[in-house]
């Protein structure tokens, strides 16, 4: 079968500013072309006093990462790469609960634009057919023992073809029209991403917590994992997740280890 005929035209800015519908979030729209990556950009902004909202977002990043200093792998013109500055009344042990609210927002937008079930992988990562779509790099500036800023990377594969990836991500990671068998445009996706941010941030800074809902669209949960940082590997049933995002994992041994972070791989 031929590969898909993708649309992989720069974004269209204007487009984005005529649909968006938010108060705040992606109103201070900063658009870049070719960019190092977009969390450095936001975070020299967000150590400015940018806007709260402020998006930063690039066709093509030269040097995008990932979190445990991975590289972020995308074609120019492809996906969705940006950077969100928030100013959340949170304290810094309680941040991954930005990362939780935008993985869902993903969620909700991909289910409402691409008619696909994402799931969300613990702790950060968006997957539709089983691999890795969408990554989220949740980066904080501390002013002694509060947060000052967070700066939300977030990374859609969108339109990437598969012949686009290296070797080593197909068998892992896909994007949205690989799933779809046809390209979406990127523009009305955005919109409705930055929309059900901006109303699951509201809700958040009204003291909600998206634990519940999160827990429920986690494709880990009720598994027998390995979770792997670089510390340390360990094995067990996923049991749960607290508010702030952290996994409970019980070992064969009975015990149980709150983890925050780390790689899992579904066993068996
Ligand atoms: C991960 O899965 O490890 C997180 C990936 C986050 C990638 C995004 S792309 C936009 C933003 N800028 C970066 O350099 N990284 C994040």
Known sequence: MP??????APLDCARVKAL??????GQ???YYARIGSTNDIARD????RAAEGTLVIADEQ?????RLGRQWFSPPNSSLLMSLILYPPLAPSQAQRLTMICSLAIVNAIQEIAQL??????????????????????ELGLHGQSLAYTIVGIGLNVNVRAEQMPGFLRDIATSIAQVRHRPIAREPLLCAILEHVERRYDRLRQGETPAEEWAAHLAT??????VSDPRETLEGWAEGVDEDGALFLRLADGSRRRLLAGDVTLMG
Do not use: H
């Open 3 to 8: 590969p898909p005929q993708v649309e992989q």
């Open 20 to 25: 968006l519908k938010t108060s705040y979030v």
């Open 28 to 30: 201070n729209l900063v």
């Open 45 to 48: 902004l967000a150590q400015a």
């Open 62 to 66: 030269t040097a995008g990462r990932g």
């Open 117 to 138: 079930q994402a799931q969300i992988k613990w702790p950060n990562d968006l997957l539709l057919a089983g691999k890795k779509t969408g990554g989220i790099l949740t």
């Open 221 to 226: 949960l009720g598994k027998w994992v390995r």
